[in-house]
């Protein structure tokens, strides 16, 4: 399984930015699908998190200002990031599991929130 995030970019505290990970390969198995991001020093923490029947999961600190959804004819989800804060800068993963032992890793995107 391949994916490719994009989306990223620099956006002031406030607006928004919409992630997509499309994914390609043996995508048959894929099961859930997630976003994390991580910031230097940091360990890299979920943000957000579909199942393949539409189930959500938020971290608390983006509930109610970011939405994942999934394209499943389209293999793709996405990260809709409202009312963002400089704390959400980080680089944002996409992710794909397609067992319970088994995740694949997108190459990560760059968002930057100025205050």
């Known amino acids: 399984v391949q994916l490719q995030a994009s989306g990223g970019g620099l956006v002031q505290a406030g607006g928004s930015l919409r992630l997509s990970c499309a994914a390609s390969?043996?995508?048959?198995?894929?099961?859930?699908m997630g976003w994390y991001r991580q910031v230097p020093g940091k360990q890299r923490e979920l943000v957000a998190s579909?199942?393949?029947?539409?189930?959500?999961f938020y971290d608390d600190s983006v509930k109610g200002r970011f939405t994942i959804s999934r394209d499943n004819a389209k293999n793709t989800v996405y990260l809709q990031m409202n009312s963002l804060k400089p704390e959400d800068t980080a680089v944002y993963y996409c992710?794909?599991?397609?067992?319970?032992?088994?995740?694949?890793w997108g190459q990560g995107t760059k968002v930057t929130v100025s205050s």
């Open positions: 579909i199942t393949s029947y539409g189930s959500t």
């Open positions: 390969g043996s995508i048959f198995n894929i099961g859930a």
């Open positions: 992710t794909a599991r397609t067992s319970v032992t088994n995740s694949y």
